[in-house]
């Protein structure tokens, strides 16, 4: 009497119904016509390859959202990086630390109080570097 053999996609079917599905081990058994030792065995040696095909899945699912993100956050720099061509720089390359004011037109400003001085003193701005 010889033993039947079963194909790699039969066993790995069965173990499916066990693992994934939820069937009980002798039903699955019976209803496939193997032996009631057979199920376990398989179940050893293939439920370990579904959870690697599993953590493969999801490690792969991982690339994706983080290949999409990435995209997204290089469209966000690209648009930042347009919006700036064109305008001058605001700190200069020689001292990093120094922000460069402009001269705005002298005049009063609208709804400003008065600053008093004496007339004598000269007028200078503000520093921001110490």
């Known amino acids: 009497m010889s033993r039947q053999r079963y194909t790699e996609e039969f066993k790995i079917e069965a173990v499916k119904q066990v693992t994934e599905r939820g069937h009980p081990i002798a039903e699955v058994a019976a209803r496939l016509g193997v032996s009631g ?22 490690l792969q699912a991982e690339n994706r959202r983080l290949k999409a993100e990435l995209k997204r956050v290089s469209e966000e720099r690209d648009i930042l990086k347009k919006a700036t061509v064109g305008m001058p720089p605001r700190t200069s390359p020689e001292s990093p630390t120094k922000v460069r004011v402009y001269p705005r037109p002298c005049g009063p400003i609208p709804g400003a109080a008065p600053v008093p001085h004496d007339g004598g003193a000269s007028q200078r ?3 921001l570097v110490p």
């Open 125 to 127: 701005p503000l520093s």
């Open 37 to 58: 030792y057979s199920p376990y065995q398989w179940i050893k040696r293939y439920a370990k390859l579904a959870e690697h095909r599993q953590q493969n899945a999801d």
